[in-house]
């Protein structure tokens, strides 16, 4: 079984920062792409963030020069630094992660976390 635990959620001012972590159990051989998606009620969810295994990333227009996500490989561990934030950015934020299993699974699939509110206050 994988699971994915995020934390880091919560309510913040205008302006204010929080930091999202996300850590991956379980079993685990290896770790492709982990990022960080969010979603209002009634729309889809939408990537704000992701990287590689080798720590290439790529962002939302939208977050570019106030997010910044990275990733400890030894501890299965994806971070978001949320800096500058603004109302629009109010949404739960669910982490994900392209994991293989173990080596008889040939292929990553997709793992989901249950989500952490962030609610940002003008």
């Known amino acids: 079984q994988v699971q994915l635990v995020e934390s880091g959620g919560g309510l913040v001012q205008a302006g204010g920062s929080l930091r999202l972590s996300c850590a991956a159990s379980?079993?685990?051989?290896?770790?492709?792409?982990m990022g960080w998606y969010r979603q209002v009620p009634g729309k889809q969810r939408d990537l704000v963030a992701a990287?590689?295994?080798?720590?290439?990333?790529n962002y939302a227009d939208s977050v570019k020069g106030r997010f910044t996500i990275s990733r400890d490989n030894a501890k299965n561990t994806v971070y978001l630094q949320m800096n500058s934030l603004k109302p629009e950015d109010t949404a739960v934020y669910y982490c994900?992660?392209?994991?293989?299993?173990?080596?008889?699974?040939?292929?990553?699939?997709?793992?989901w976390g249950q989500g952490t509110q962030v609610t940002v206050s003008s």
């Open positions: 990287i590689t295994y080798g720590g290439i990333t």
């Open positions: 994900n992660a392209e994991i293989r299993p173990s080596y008889v699974t040939k292929v990553h699939r997709d793992y």
């Open positions: 379980g079993s685990i051989f290896s770790i492709n792409t």
